[in-house]
């Protein structure tokens, strides 16, 4: 037990160090808040369970947590306007052209994250606060070049194709797990 608390109170220097750290150039604060201590720790579990050899795994990760790593295949998931971009960067009818450049950064984090294939969804509806609600499909989908872009199952395919895709795809699934 007392070895335990060791590791403890050694984590809970380990943080306040980081969060109180300084930059070698001078006195600018290069600390960390909270979240990015956490993003931080996150990012270090990933990365000891890389060198174990985890082939065939799944990652989840913030965009923000992601920085720097490379993965084969990418699924950025609910990239809907007030999601990515954030509805703070775009509610009060007031654009902030340096808070969408920030989500339009974070957005190209995501995309070049991906190294064999790249997968965005995005919802026609969602639940927030117990009522059904219409979403888009963020902007930034809008900038992609058209001719990187397949869409499945979305306002902008109404063929058909798309939904023998899916079945096909998930008869693979079925299959491979053996069901």
Not at 143 to 150: A, M, Q, S
Request: aromatic share 6%; charged share 30%.
């Amino acid at each position: 037990a007392e070895s335990k608390w060791a590791n403890v109170l050694d984590f809970i220097g380990w943080l306040t160090k980081k969060g109180e750290a300084s930059t070698e150039f001078g006195n600018e604060n290069d600390g960390k808040n909270l979240l990015e201590l956490t993003q931080m720790v996150s990012l270090m579990s990933m990365l000891e369970g890389r060198e174990d050899g985890e082939i065939d795994t799944v990652k989840l990760s913030t965009l923000h947590a992601a920085k720097g790593l490379e993965f084969g295949h990418v699924f950025l998931i609910g990239v809907e306007e007030g999601i990515l971009p954030h509805r703070e960067s775009i509610d009060a009818g007031v654009l902030d052209p340096t808070k969408i450049e920030e989500e339009r950064r974070l957005m190209y984090v995501g995309i070049t994250r991906a190294q064999k294939s790249l997968n965005i969804s995005w919802c026609k509806k969602r639940k927030r606060a117990g009522e059904m609600q219409m979403c888009e499909p963020s902007r930034f989908i809008a900038e992609l070049p058209k001719d990187d872009v397949r869409h499945f199952g979305n306002p902008f395919n109404d063929t058909g194709a798309s939904k023998d895709y899916g079945k096909s795809k998930m008869a693979g699934i079925r299959a491979m797990l053996g069901k």
